[in-house]
């Protein structure tokens, strides 16, 4: 290859990257153009990408007290669901990646299988498991909903990781007096984080943006989380577009700034999982 085609072939490559990050980034942009536009100008035309006379009153008026409440819910469930879904994951993937037997084969097949169906083919069974233990509209409710459709992704994520860790570490702390469970501590785990992490934040983004399960599992106005709480904006006779971005960006803005200062261990986490597995 020439030192012409060379360039060329950068050229087009830095082309294509500026056109994608072009598509990627616009739609985000867009919104946080309209969170900063008054109401008169949000469907100015022509259409201006930036605000003529930018203003945080959208801000202020999305900031009521209900937003918060439903930031807090968001909070409190998708933490939790980390909380139960990671040590679960954790464990299960590391026997999946250990031990070979007949019956974790049908496990791990059933895992793999469990990642093809739609959440939206799953909910009706949910709720009627949930229902019948009289934990609709409760945090029980969509904690159970969101642990059944990250579990299966997030034992699959960390079996492909623990798969590189050797087991000759284990083997040598065996012999120097540590027990199974000392190792899998102290050298399994150190050693599976940067999957873990990338496993957190799938499962962080998942239930901090997800609405099907939100919506149908919990009625009252109390326990509604951020995605089901921006229905407020949508009014039977208009929508609040300006308030509606503003909640938008301060909902994106956690999700992003997490993503940000792990955005390393993330990527690693992704490309030793897919390596091998």
């Known amino acids: 290859m020439t030192r012409r085609s060379k360039r060329l072939r950068i050229a087009g490559l830095s082309v294509l990257q500026i056109v994608v990050a072009t598509?990627?980034?616009l739609p985000f942009f867009w919104m946080l153009s309209v969170s900063f536009k008054p109401a008169t100008e949000a469907?100015?035309?022509?259409a201006e990408l930036w605000p003529r006379n930018p203003t945080l009153e959208n801000y202020v008026l999305a900031l009521r007290p209900e937003f918060r409440r439903y930031f807090l819910n968001s909070m409190i469930v998708s933490?939790?669901?980390l909380a139960i879904t990671i040590p679960l994951g954790l464990l299960a993937a590391y026997s999946l990646s250990r031990f070979q037997y007949r019956i974790l084969s049908v496990f791990l097949a059933m895992v793999v299988l469990a990642q093809f169906f739609p959440a939206g083919a799953m909910i009706i069974p949910i709720y009627k498991i949930v229902r019948s233990a009289g934990l609709l509209d409760t945090y029980a409710s969509l904690i159970i909903a969101y642990i059944t459709v990250t579990l299966p992704v997030a034992i699959w994520m960390m079996r492909g990781?623990?798969?590189?860790?050797?087991r000759t570490l284990e083997e040598a702390?065996?012999?120097?007096?540590?027990?199974?469970?000392?190792?899998?501590?102290d050298i399994v785990i150190p050693l599976a984080r940067p999957g873990i992490v990338a496993t957190s934040v799938f499962v962080l983004i998942v239930t901090w943006q997800e609405f099907l399960f939100a919506?149908?599992?919990?009625?009252?106005?109390?326990?509604r989380t951020l995605p089901v709480g921006m229905n407020?904006?949508?009014?039977?006779y208009g929508v609040r577009y300006g308030e509606l971005m503003a909640s938008s960006v301060m909902i994106s803005v956690p999700v992003i700034a997490v993503f940000f200062f792990l955005q390393r261990q993330f990527v690693a986490g992704l490309t030793a999982g897919a390596v091998k597995g």
């Open 161 to 166: 990781f623990l798969m590189r860790v050797p």
């Open 79 to 81: 933490g939790a669901t």
């Open 215 to 223: 919506l149908s599992f919990t009625s009252s106005k109390e326990l």
């Open 43 to 46: 469907f100015a035309i022509p």
């Open 232 to 236: 407020d904006y949508i009014g039977q």
């Open 23 to 25: 598509l990627v980034l």
């Open 173 to 185: 702390a065996a012999i120097d007096g540590a027990s199974p469970l000392r190792a899998f501590v």
